[in-house]
């Protein structure tokens, strides 16, 4: 089955700088990953995704990039901000099946005023 | 949170007792999932519905058991609680297998 690994398991930044979150996965039939920001107290966010014949996709400050060669894709957000500061999961989804996203283990980003 | 409300919100319940836990969707989605969440290892896959009365196991099934006889529920139970079940539940919903919306959670604890 799908593998997801996520890295780093916490970052830190300051306020105004840029994160970047990378995950790789494992089935080369995956062909859907979102990202999912989650708050302490509540169930995960759906803020972005992208599928298989798509290299990058933006949401204001957010940005996601699919590298299908290398079977990585990353999430990037600019000009943190407090709000910022969560859980954040990528997940990857194989073609052809309603048997659910195989997740990342999680990222905890703390941005530092 | 997309229509969806789980219940109860919080359980602490004795090892050995069943326990079930709901998900109610008013969105009429055909998808409907059940992980659990546990640090240090993100979400995993418990059951999954792709519609009523189909239902199918995911990653980690063993002791649990899910039912939709409705579109709208879809029900988790553990047989036996024990206390390697504490976790915190949550369920989700899709309308193409893609987008998931998840609910506030379950947190579960077994003692």
């Known amino acids: 089955g799908e593998n997801v690994e996520q890295h780093p398991s916490t970052l830190s930044v300051q306020e105004g700088d840029s994160a970047v979150i990378k995950c790789t996965y494992s089935?080369?039939?995956?062909?859907?990953f979102p990202w999912y920001k989650q708050e302490l107290g509540k169930g995960p966010q759906l803020i972005i995704d992208i599928r298989s014949n798509v290299g990058e996709k933006k949401d204001q400050r957010i940005a996601v990039t699919l590298n299908k060669t290398a079977k990585h894709f990353s999430l990037h957000i600019t000009e943190t901000q407090p709000e910022d500061s969560a859980v954040y999961f990528c997940a990857a989804h194989s073609g052809g099946g309603a048997d659910g996203l195989t997740f990342g283990k999680g990222t905890h980003l703390i941005i530092q005023p | 949170d997309a229509g969806i409300t789980q219940s109860p919100r919080h359980k602490v319940t004795e090892t050995g007792t069943p326990v079930t836990l709901r998900c109610h969707q008013t969105e009429n989605h055909r998808y409907m999932y059940w992980y659990r969440q546990d640090p240090g290892h993100g979400l995993r896959l418990i059951h999954y519905s792709y519609g009523v009365k189909d239902t199918d196991k995911g990653e980690v099934s063993d002791g649990y058991s899910v039912s939709r006889s409705k579109t709208e529920d879809f029900l988790l139970t553990l047989e036996s609680a024990t206390s390697s079940q504490t976790s915190v539940y949550f369920c989700?919903?899709?309308?193409?297998?893609?987008?998931?919306?998840f609910g506030q959670g379950t947190r579960l604890t077994v003692v």
């Open positions: 989700a919903i899709s309308e193409t297998f893609e987008q998931a919306f």
């Open positions: 089935d080369s039939a995956s062909n859907y």
